[in-house]
């Protein structure tokens, strides 16, 4: 149940996904403008960042959580009523502030609810809620926009009943009392105690690329579909979506046994290939590739996020361990949200095909660094006994 608030609050930061194309119909933006606005979430997220985390830490999870919901409620009112771009940067910005404490305050609380000897599977369930959360949202946009009426309006009444429940959560959640509660500034760059560095970069170095592959499938998935694969279906685009997250949640399970070190140096090897199969799909016209692209991502995203999670919770203590959480998704969420607006804005003057093209080259490099970086610190990866 700690980890329901995770997922109610990750529905809505990729429900928007596969309306785009009716909002760039009615409203009318270039993909350059889609990338921005699809941005503006991660910009709200990383500001979030910068706070909640050590807010959670001193005054406790529910200080934070509850304001987040309601800035999530807010924000489905708005992506409801949308009528221009300026709108839908708002909601961005208010989705990204809310799961920004979702990721940090949120996730910390599923690990202090497990307690000190189910560290393990707290990490597991805080990253499945996320990446569960993050895959129905597009899930149920699609389906409801292309079966019920008003397609932009009803995903988000949904999803404010679910956030609703989720508030009832928190209220009632046994979350002890804050372990921290002073010492520096309340509004800082997120961080780690200094022996738990090595970690950080690490897990960094995993989830960083990982989540970036899917902020591309995210982003201008939809476009592919619609422009270079000619698919205009809403379902596909949101299925897609959640297959791929579907699958960034069945992989964890299934490697949660495995020494961390394997655990992200598979991380770093799935990015990699759904860079390939990204390239494919786009220069062949291939709607097959584009998924095998979108599965893979989904894996790279779902690997180095559990293998970062478990490096945090095996070495920050309770009292940093929002801020570690949070300094975590600040190493992932910079290149996710930078690297695809720039593919953006590429593909708007060169064309789709040169901007994915260029987008998967960078990447690549980025995840074959980050193995080698994980390969290269073998001794500095603890293990569980």
Same mark, same amino acid.
């Given at each position: ?61 529910? /200080? ?313 610190? /073998? ?7």
């Amino acid at each position: 149940m700690a980890a329901w608030p995770v997922t109610a609050i990750f529905v809505l930061s990729n429900a928007a996904t596969p309306l785009y194309v009716l909002w760039q119909r009615d409203i009318g933006f270039s993909k350059g403008m889609l990338t921005v606005i699809f941005a503006c979430y991660i910009v709200g997220l990383l500001g979030s960042l910068l706070v909640s985390g050590v807010v959670s830490d001193r005054l406790g999870r529910k /200080r934070v959580l509850l304001p987040a919901l309601a800035l999530a409620l807010m924000a489905c009112g708005i992506f409801a009523t949308a009528s221009s771009v300026a709108a839908l940067v708002v909601a961005r910005l208010l989705t990204g502030i809310a799961v920004g404490a979702a990721v940090s305050a949120g996730m910390a609380a599923v690990t202090d609810v497990a307690g000190q000897r189910r560290k393990r599977l707290a990490a597991l369930l805080a990253s499945c809620a996320m990446v569960l959360g993050a895959g129905l949202g597009p899930f149920l946009s699609g389906v409801l926009s292309e079966t019920l009426p008003a397609p932009t309006v009803t995903v988000f009444l949904v999803e404010a009943v679910l956030l609703a429940t989720a508030a009832l959560v928190v209220v009632r959640m046994p979350v002890p009392r804050p372990a921290a509660t002073g010492g520096g500034a309340w509004i800082r760059v997120p961080g780690v105690p200094r022996e738990s560095r090595t970690q950080l970069v690490l897990g960094i170095a995993a989830f960083g690329p990982g989540i970036t592959a899917t902020s591309f499938v995210l982003s201008l998935g939809p476009s592919l579909l619609s422009g270079a694969l000619h698919t205009t279906s809403r379902v596909v685009a949101g299925g897609m979506a959640f297959v791929m997250f579907l699958v960034a949640t069945g992989v964890q399970f299934a490697v949660q046994r495995l020494r961390r070190r394997t655990v992200l140096m598979a991380g770093a090897v799935s990015t990699a290939l759904s860079t390939a199969a990204l390239v494919v799909a786009v220069h062949a016209s291939s709607v097959p590739a584009l998924t095998a692209s979108a599965v893979l991502a989904g894996a790279g995203q779902g690997l180095g996020q559990l293998g970062g999670l478990s490096l945090l919770n095996s070495a920050v203590p309770p009292r940093r361990l929002a801020e570690a959480i949070a300094a975590l998704n600040v190493g992932g969420y910079l290149p996710a949200g930078s690297l695809p607006v720039a593919a953006g804005y590429l593909s708007d003057a060169t064309g789709l095909t040169t901007g994915a093209t260029v987008f998967a080259a960078v990447l690549a490099a980025l995840a074959v660094a980050g193995g080698l970086v994980v390969a290269a610190a /073998r001794r500095r990866i603890p293990e569980p006994a």
